[in-house]
């Protein structure tokens, strides 16, 4: 009978209410931005990712509009099969002079970009090694590929290369890590991570979903952060975050973008973005190469934000980014949090098991270049208010 067939379903949705790690959908009734209508009501938003406060520029909307004019709605089908609109083409290679890499490859995400990149470099037999906190995307690459997962401890050298010396000689091995970590805000330290990728002949791979117009020369990612150009085969990219629109990109060799083309599983069965996201990124591409303004505000709120977090007594873990990640343990607590925030009007999102490790529950504040100083304070007042009634601080 169906219903005692999926009563198991309805068992774990129980569970999950009952461990305060359901997630509640937040219904949005306005553009994302600052502040944004839930219930007829104007929240603050420290939510999204959003950071350079794209998704509802003028200058993106007008280039998606006039792309859908020229190029309509839909690319018609997978781009090996329809043909690639030169649009698409163009984007490519927008993004990687941006970038100063080779090539780049688009996709429809980031997590698709990572289900295609990991599988068409190491497969049965090879091994990966991957960091343990690397984000989901790469979690699910790297089981596609069949090839062997050896972990690291987080963002750690000796380690990466205790278990590369356990695990010598090999035969092709991938080394792949995020470049900001999602959760916590940290940075890999991508300048030791290259040398022992260079020692052991390890094809080296960053995510840089979170660096992406966050890090480096006016956003152009944690490698031109290190200056490693050059020297890390292989960059995943998302435009669904600083870029404020969707989709995912490849940068790296001209050899390894030309064989995702041929191998990458999700460009060859899945249909491309559509023409108005293609031209909204090309306007964001265009925005963050004629100045640093929004990249630099980011930055400046995310100091201002997390200097008075701390100030107040918050736990803001190790945080070297604008994500500001305050540490609250159990889940529950965090939930309870969030819905106080959010009834004194500032949406921020409890974050717990899986996304994070059991007991490391947190709320996750997203700061964002179009957060105002009136913005900031507002919300810190409210956490402060919020904290101390729930003895957090
Ligand atoms: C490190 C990392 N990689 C990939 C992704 C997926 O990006 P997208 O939303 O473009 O699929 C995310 C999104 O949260 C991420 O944090």
Redesign the pocket.
């Known amino acids: 009978m169906p219903k005692q067939k999926l009563q198991w379903i309805t068992d774990e949705l129980s569970s999950l209410k009952a461990q305060g790690l359901f997630t509640n959908i937040r219904t949005l009734e306005s553009p994302q931005g600052a502040r944004i209508t839930v219930n007829g009501e104007s929240k603050l938003n420290f939510c999204s990712?959003n950071y350079l406060g794209l998704a509802n520029d003028p200058r993106l909307k007008k280039a998606a509009q006039d792309a859908i004019e020229r190029w309509g709605v839909g690319p018609g089908a997978v781009r090996t099969i329809a043909g690639t609109m030169s649009f698409h083409t163009e984007l490519e290679e927008r993004l990687a002079k941006f970038k100063g890499a080779e090539a780049t490859i688009s996709f429809q995400?980031?997590?698709?970009a990572?289900l295609a990149t990991i599988p068409a470099l190491v497969g049965k037999g090879d091994l990966i090694f991957s960091d343990a906190l690397n984000?989901a995307?790469?979690i699910d690459g790297c089981r596609l590929s069949r090839a062997k997962i050896i972990p690291y401890k987080h963002n750690d050298v000796d380690d990466l290369r205790r278990v590369v010396a356990e695990n010598s000689p090999f035969n092709k091995a991938l080394l792949v890590t995020?470049g900001v970590f999602?959760m916590d805000g940290d940075i890999a330290p991508l300048d030791k991570l290259v040398e022992v990728a260079e020692e052991h002949g390890l094809i080296f791979m960053v995510?840089d979903?979170?660096g992406e117009g966050v890090m480096g020369h006016g956003g152009r990612g944690i490698v031109d952060h290190f200056g490693l150009h050059g020297r890390v085969d292989v960059e995943?990219g998302?435009?669904?975050?600083a870029f404020g629109v969707?989709?995912?990109y490849v940068a790296g060799a001209r050899a390894i973008v030309d064989w995702l083309r041929q191998r990458g599983r999700p460009f060859l069965f899945s249909s491309a973005v559509t023409p108005a996201d293609v031209a909204a990124c090309l306007a964001a591409v265009d925005i963050l190469e004629n100045s640093t303004e929004l990249v630099d505000k980011l930055w400046e709120n995310g100091r201002y934000f997390k200097a008075h977090l701390q100030g107040m007594g918050f736990d803001i873990g190790m945080s070297q980014t604008p994500i500001t990640p305050v540490m609250l343990g159990e889940a529950t607590v965090a939930q309870k949090m969030s819905q106080r925030l959010f009834e004194e009007g500032v949406f921020a999102t409890a974050i717990g098991f899986p996304t994070v490790p059991r007991g490391k529950a947190r709320i996750r504040v997203m700061l964002s270049a179009a957060h105002t100083k009136t913005d900031l304070d507002e919300g810190l007042q409210i956490f402060e208010r919020v904290g101390k009634e729930l003895n957090i601080i």
């Open positions: 990712n995400s980031g997590f698709t990572n984000h995307s790469i995020d999602s995510d979903a979170h995943i998302t435009l669904s975050k969707v989709g995912g």
